[in-house]
């Protein structure tokens, strides 16, 4: 009930809490930003052509112009990352002498397509501002036990004693150590011969248990178990051998190649384990499919999880709030990303129905961002489930939740050192546009130099901060043999901006920013020439970073600017760091 009181002098308490109030603003106000530093990525699974291709008779100049379309329409839906599925079933999407070209590609199992497409798939998410997470299913062979169905090249041929058969499917046995050193060397050879960014394991070790099926690995239990450890203890230990095996490789191949896991999203239900989530799920990884991911984040064995938390925030035996906070306690210091499934708001069920609530989905996003120190993204399932934009939930994407562009969040574990800044920043004014270009700066301590730029743009009536991915004008890719520019033909004539440039490595370290102020002329050129400074120490974290999207409110178009009378102006950079270059950091 609204009661109505008479008009009368403030106390002395309600000054205060006005003075409180109006103090504590500018700290509200930044709360309301959206957050710099987000993974926000998709998994394109090709596994029965869930994705891509969308058909196994589609050309490659098809399968090229399909996929591109894809990347097309998820950038505009924000999406930094892309989890390619290369390799869903002991077979490729890529040339391989170890295993053979997949039946989704070609049509055929071990029929090639004409053209390596992983390359292309790599490149296109680059370009894009995409990191490329190739995605493996490590254990699965086939998802038949009709074996004359098999390439004359599957491993299967050479070495039918890897192999079990359960609930239909062929699958490798895990506790073989052969089997082990092959997915490591199929795993090994992609790092070693492909531009990815990460590496990535689904939900599927040891196979979902099956009314009335049994794995049979005794024979590998009786000669493969020195230590004498019980059936469920052993078969974690072989997923887990494989699991640090391969951390230790990768890391040792390339410093720079992530490793991450999505498992299934309860680890274990409290009522079973003192540690485990106030769940009743069905099938915990930790007991039925003898996955130990909260183990593998305690010894630093993987870079980031993906749990599947695929149930609403009123699913009564596994509800979404509860296992989230469950996983912010227990990441350890990892990055958590959250595995989230658009395809469930597709389909017609009576034991979830909150997914008919368009309102469900932008819950848990929000949500995932009350946890802002823990929770570090998502990642949805799957590609084509966003694209069919279900009950508008692509809409909300683009005009709410990921109006802005997110970068990718820096893993100091990998790379604390940021690049270099640029050198000679230049800025051309002449209607209707600004144009920046650009150079590299040379590389850094540990050799990286930029992956791409971030432009930060900032009117006189604004405090320069690079916290808010608000005043991000540009996310500008660096390639080779190409002068790097920008086109801002949003600005203002007449209107003032200030230009703040980085230099970001592929672990999305951030350098100190170059600026460069314009000086409200309608033709003018100013010149931006980063200062000699001495070598300052490596700061022990890093400073915040990107990875590539031009931000949707303003999309500044890349073209040469008209010729006209212009004035030059140059200005050298203060060596004082000010407020922005502490937030930054870097050399």
């Not at 299913?137 to 004693?161: C, G, I, K, W």
């Not at 069919?388 to 970068?407: G, V």
């Not at 030059?568 to 060596?575: A, N, R, Y």
Request: no cysteine.
């Amino acid at each position: 009930m609204l009661r109505l009181f008479p008009a009368a002098r403030p106390s002395a308490v309600t000054l205060v809490l006005v003075l409180l109030l109006t103090a504590f603003a500018p700290v509200l106000r930044a709360q309301e930003a959206p957050p710099k530093r987000e993974m926000r990525g998709v998994w394109i699974a090709t596994v029965e052509n869930i994705d891509w291709p969308s058909s196994r008779t589609l050309t490659p100049e098809q399968q090229r112009r399909e996929y591109r379309r894809m990347l097309d329409v998820q950038q505009r839906n924000g999406i930094n990352a892309v989890f390619v599925q290369i390799r869903p079933a002991s077979d490729a999407f890529y040339q391989s002498e170890l295993e053979p070209w997949s039946k989704w590609l070609t049509g055929q199992q071990g029929k090639a397509p004409g053209y390596d497409p992983l390359p292309f798939l790599i490149e296109e998410a680059h370009l894009r501002g995409m990191e490329f997470h190739a995605w493996f299913n490590p254990y699965r062979a086939s998802m038949d036990s009709v074996t004359r169905r098999l390439a004359p090249t599957h491993p299967f041929r050479q070495h039918p004693e890897w192999f079990l058969r359960y609930a239909g499917l062929l699958l490798y046995n895990p506790g073989l150590p052969a089997v082990r050193q092959h997915i490591t060397d199929v795993i090994l050879d992609v790092v070693r011969r492909y531009d990815v960014d990460g590496i990535h394991f689904d939900d599927y070790f040891y196979p979902y248990p099956e009314p009335g099926q049994k794995i049979h690995d005794e024979a590998a239990f009786q000669q493969y178990n020195p230590e004498g450890l019980a059936l469920a203890d052993w078969r974690r230990q072989n997923v887990n051998q494989l699991i640090e095996s391969l951390h230790d490789t990768i890391q040792g191949t390339k410093r720079w190649v992530k490793f991450g896991v999505s498992p299934f999203g309860v680890w274990m239900n409290k009522s079973a384990h003192p540690e485990g989530s106030d769940t009743r799920a069905g099938q915990p990884s930790y007991a039925n499919l003898y996955a130990d991911s909260r183990l593998w984040l305690q010894r630093g064995w993987i870079d980031y999880i993906v749990p599947q938390l695929y149930w609403s925030s009123t699913f009564k035996l596994v509800p979404y709030p509860v296992l989230l906070e469950w996983w912010t306690r227990n990441h350890f210091d990892r990055h958590l990303y959250i595995g989230q499934g658009f395809y469930r708001m597709l389909e017609n069920t009576r034991s979830d129905t909150s997914w008919r609530n368009p309102r469900e989905m932008p819950k848990q996003i929000r949500l995932n961002r009350s946890y802002p120190t823990q929770v570090s993204g998502s990642v949805f399932f799957s590609s084509k489930s966003l694209m069919r934009n279900p009950l508008h939930m692509q809409d909300s994407l683009r005009q709410n939740l990921f109006r802005y562009p997110a970068l990718v969040p820096t893993m100091p574990w990998l790379d604390a050192v940021p690049p270099r800044p640029v050198q000679r920043l230049v800025l051309t004014r002449a209607r209707p546009a600004i144009t920046l270009t650009w150079q590299p700066g040379p590389p850094a301590a540990d050799g990286d130099v930029a992956r791409y730029y971030v432009v930060y743009r900032f009117t006189q009536d604004q405090t320069p901060t690079p916290d808010d991915p608000r005043n991000i004008l540009a996310l500008v890719p660096a390639r080779t043999g190409v002068t790097p520019t920008l086109v801002d033909t949003a600005a203002v004539p007449g209107t003032e901006y200030a230009y703040y440039l980085t230099a970001v490595d592929r672990l999305h370290n951030e350098s100190r920013p170059l600026r460069v102020l314009t000086q409200g002329k309608a033709a003018e050129i100013v010149v931006a020439q980063a200062p000699a400074e001495p070598r300052l120490p490596v700061p022990a974290a890093p400073a915040p970073a990107p990875a590539t999207r031009p931000a949707p409110a303003v999309r500044p178009a890349v073209r040469p600017a008209p010729t006209g009378t212009v004035t030059k102006v140059k200005i050298k950079s203060k060596k004082k760091r000010g407020f922005f270059g502490r937030l930054f950091g870097g050399r």
